[in-house]
């Protein structure tokens, strides 16, 4: 019997000990984070005959971003008050539910970890919930009392600081399970006396900490000197909120890296801070660094990594390299050797501007990569402001920019308003970005979000401390101020580095009823998800799930949903048949005017389905 060229691949990637991305136990799909499905059921030809399969409410109007999982006919989810909830795969109904702490203020809502022991007799789910890592049984729902201290690991711990004073660690995106190990980031807060961001390793069966790698550096440590003395004592962030990434057959996790904090102002950080805004390649055994590159020195824009790495094969100068590709918030890909570092393109540091704010001290330079093609646009000008706005409030807004410093992107933020394009928003921001292992080809989902920093001192206390907003600039009609589209899928031939395609994603329901289509989603969250079988599938805020030809961005199908949607949807297989799942509980309406809440649910297709039947 003849294999197929994907059958052939598949059996490769098995071989070499990588995913073969035909289950979706992990997020995002694998962990390698491809957000591909080997799947084909599902095709070109046929997506048209999609239909509802079954739905299951949230049982409540919280906004969910939850990427599900799929491990032994089991689909587990968040609902129901931020509980962990299992599902039956093939027909939707409720197995069991886990109810999370009353109150419970912050958990993993992106979505959660699945471990297996190589015999099969343990089956864990880990999330954290409130800065605690917990374990629960994934066949029943009960807590593992065994796990930490009666169940829970107290993930403020162990940070050289009193517990108490860090109000936040956690990270809402999960991490990665490896072998026996769970490889976490954090999320910290946003400002001054956040917690540093250390990448740590927690055994699954005990919770006991396996490692620790410390991206504020501490003495004796490479990049030590990046920052000033004993800035690991007091310094924050430098953390990986988003999604790890692992290549499994090398045993090398891929870390994406946030800004140092405060955001927007260093005086108390002088220096290129390393790791804040990496790449970082660490042994995912022992937390040894390998290799790391920072894509912003001395960030004061908060332009953090925000997207998982992407694991790709490609045919580069004649010679087929395995290569890791980071996504940005400013727009721009990274490409390296994925073992050793090297970029596979030029990456040029060019100056940039400086700043007026006393005792700041802004890198003289950023890197530029000169390939591929940045997906983002990256300057906003009063030539680039839409029509969508009264003739009052234009030259309201013209008036503001133009008064405003503005000298392209790397505009460093000051007491005088301070336009940034990208926005800190993205760009790219969390499940932005996909691929295909079999032909080299990256994905994008994007957003153009132009933001507007001015920053100001509160009190009068020392040290000196200045804060910004976020600065989203949103007119009086709740979309941005800038020409569309506002969102756009970009596909990128990784082999060649350029630009395959690129088109609007999605629609603003009202503007699409007055007759202006294809502007693109305003505010785009979550990402796509690649099929074998030639597809792109999102769920967007505009309450629509569609279908895109992978080669050509053709729209092939869409169906609205009851609520928008902000996450990565699934791709599994049970009882036979394909399915596509999606949470569908963003809101029920993404015009900023509409106060309208309605319970959530997960809707999966399948191929002529009817509701209810397996």
């Known amino acids: 019997m003849r294999l197929t060229t994907l059958a052939l691949f598949s059996c490769f990637l098995l071989a070499a000990g990588q995913e073969d991305h035909t289950r979706w136990s992990d997020y995002g799909g694998a ?13 070109r030809s046929n997506v048209k005959n999609l239909k509802i399969a079954w739905s299951y409410s949230t049982g409540d109007n919280n906004k969910y971003s939850f990427n599900p999982l799929i491990a032994n006919g089991r689909l587990y989810v968040l609902a129901r008050n931020n509980s962990i909830v299992a599902l039956d795969a093939v027909t939707g109904k409720e197995v069991w539910v886990h109810e ?59 940070f050289g600081r009193d517990p108490q004073t860090l109000t936040l ?42 490692w620790t790698f410390h991206t504020i550096p501490h003495p004796g440590e490479f990049g030590y000197e990046t920052w000033p003395a004993n800035a690991w004592k007091t310094g924050g962030g430098a953390n990986s909120w988003s ?25 108390d950080r002088k220096g ?36 998982a790495p992407q694991l790709l094969t490609v045919r580069h100068n004649g010679k087929d390299m395995d290569i890791v590709a980071q996504v940005g918030k400013e727009g721009f890909i990274w490409v390296f050797d994925r073992v050793t570092g090297e970029p596979l393109w030029p990456i040029e540091e060019r100056t940039v501007p400086h700043s007026d704010m006393p005792g700041e001290e802004t890198w003289p330079t950023q890197p530029f990569p000169l390939k591929p093609p940045p997906f983002a646009r990256q300057k906003f000008t009063v030539d680039d402001l ?36 990208p926005g800190n928003n ?45 600065g989203f600039m949103i007119t009086s009609s709740g979309f941005s101020p800038i020409t569309p589209p506002w969102a756009s899928l970009t596909a990128y031939n990784l082999n060649e580095g350029t630009i395959k395609w690129k088109i609007p994603l999605g629609d603003v329901p009202s503007l699409a ?40 961005g053709k729209l092939l199908w869409e169906t609205e949903l009851e609520a928008g949607s902000e996450g990565v949807p699934a791709i599994y297989e049970a009882g036979g048949r394909e399915y596509l799942v999606v949470c569908a509980a963003a809101q029920s309406d993404i015009d900023p005017s509409s106060k309208n809440k309605i319970h959530g649910a997960y809707v999966a297709f399948a191929l002529n389905a009817e509701p209810g039947t397996k």
């Open 31 to 43: 962990a390698d984070s491809a957000q591909y499905s080997a799947l084909k059921q599902i095709n």
């Open 243 to 267: 999604e790890l990434t692992l290549d499994v057959r090398r045993g090398i996790v891929y870390i994406p890296t946030a800004s140092p904090k405060y955001n927007f102002y260093g005086v």
């Open 100 to 158: 999370v702490v009353p109150h419970t203020k912050l958990v993993t809502n992106r979505g959660i970890n699945y471990w297996e022991s190589k015999d099969g007799k343990d089956r864990r789910l880990l999330f954290a919930s409130d800065n605690f890592l917990q374990a629960i049984d994934a066949r029943t729902g009960e807590a593992i009392l065994s796990f930490g201290t009666h169940g829970r690991v107290d993930l403020r711990e162990g």
């Open 272 to 307: 290129m801070n390393l790791f804040g805004d990496c790449l970082l390649a660490l042994d995912a055994r022992t937390g040894k660094r390998l290799w790391h590159f920072q894509m912003v020195h001395h960030d004061i824009w908060d332009y953090d990594n925000p997207t």
């Open 386 to 421: 839409n029509s969508f706005m009264s003739p009052e409030e234009r030259a309201q807004v013209r008036d503001k920019m133009e008064s405003a410093r503005n000298e392209g992107m790397f505009t460093p933020p000051g007491v005088r308003n301070t336009v940034q394009m």
């Open 169 to 210: 660690v956690q990270s809402t995106t999960p991490g990665r399970v490896f072998e026996d190990l769970l490889i976490l980031g954090s999320a910290t807060n946003q400002g001054y006396g956040s917690a540093p961001g250390d990448i740590r390793a927690f055994d699954v069966r005990t919770g006991k900490l396996a």
């Open 513 to 552: 009823a007055k007759g202006f289509s294809n502007t693109g989603v305003h505010f785009l969250k979550g990402g796509p998800v690649v099929t074998a079988g030639g597809l792109i599938f999102t769920a967007t805020r505009d309450r629509k799930v569609r279908a895109f030809d992978e080669e050509t």
């Open 426 to 470: 993205g760009g790219a921001n969390w499940g932005g970005a996909a691929v295909d292992p079999a032909n080299g080809t990256l994905y994008v989902a994007s957003k153009d979000l132009p933001a507007m920093l001015k920053l100001e001192r509160h009190d009068q206390s020392e040290p000196v401390r200045y804060y910004s907003g976020f």
